[in-house]
């Protein structure tokens, strides 16, 4: 089955390499090759260097080799949402009823019943949806291999820029669509969300040899948490404080913390170090844990905490003085 789904999705094939991609022999594959035909499958062999096994024109296979548990995940990995975004609401639902259409009635229904109990939901809790109205035009260009023109908004000064962009591909990211595209030779990423305007060129260009955009965007991701805690808090938390890391933190955070802590004194209190982005975002990440941590370096950062104290302890004065006698 795996054999005949090959020839049809990707049409000639050789026998060399329908074994290196079914992991077999070559001589399985001719043994197999004759199954088919003994089956009554139209496949046929060319002779001659540019020669391969082939199906007859036309000829297509209902999907009944699909196991239970691959049909379950076909319906499983439907987005609807991020589909919808990139204009193939439509198309997906379409693709849907036809494999519905070509399983066996029992597969069909196990597909119909995954879409019951598994839903996915991209976007991250506490954050309305990005307006992306360029999406379904980006991902054009990248299916198409065409150049865009785009005004594109971002944080540094010009805030306002125009780029020729060559677009690799688009990536899903806790609810925030990227364009990872060459600009001029260099591999950037931009957020779809900041692109003001676009316009798709007629010009093509060549997609660089061995791209892998999975790789490429975790190589991108890496890097920016890498490149973005630049600077190190020195303190000390609780115990309790260390475990709460870990829900009220961003992860690089607090898996530094966890890493890096020191064994809890008789107090329960450990003596750990932080990353942080600069004085101002460590002030407002480690406030989250309240008087369960200590900043003890650097000064600007514990001066910052002691001016916060100072202005709260302002705001909610200690009351027991004018309470009256009991």
Known sequence: MSLLLLLQTRGRMTAPELAEALEV???????????????????YADRGPAGGYRLLDGY??????????????????????????????????????KLRAALPAELADRGGRIRQRFHLDAPTWFREPEPTPHLAELARAVWEDRLVRVRYRRWKTPREVTRTLAPLGVVLKAGRWYLVADADGQVRTYRVGAVLELSVLDERFDRPDGFDLARC?????????????????????????????????????????RAAASAPDRAGWVRTTVPIESVKHGHVELLKLGAQVEVLGPAELRDRFAATARALAALYPDRTEDAPAP
């Open 25 to 43: 022999s070559v001589r399985t594959v001719y043994r197999d090759v004759e199954s088919l035909g003994a089956a009554g499958v139209p496949v």
């Open 60 to 97: 297509r296979t209902r999907l009944t080799g699909l196991t239970a548990g691959e049909a379950e995940a076909l319906f499983l990995a439907g987005m609807p949402g991020p589909a919808a975004e990139l204009g193939l609401g439509s198309v997906l639902a379409a693709a849907e009823l």
């Open 217 to 257: 965007w975790q190589e991108h991701a890496d890097r920016y948490e890498r490149g973005v805690y630049r600077d190190e808090a020195r303190v000390r938390m609780t115990t309790a404080a260390l475990e709460l890391a870990t829900y009220v933190l961003p992860p690089a955070m607090s898996r530094a913390a």
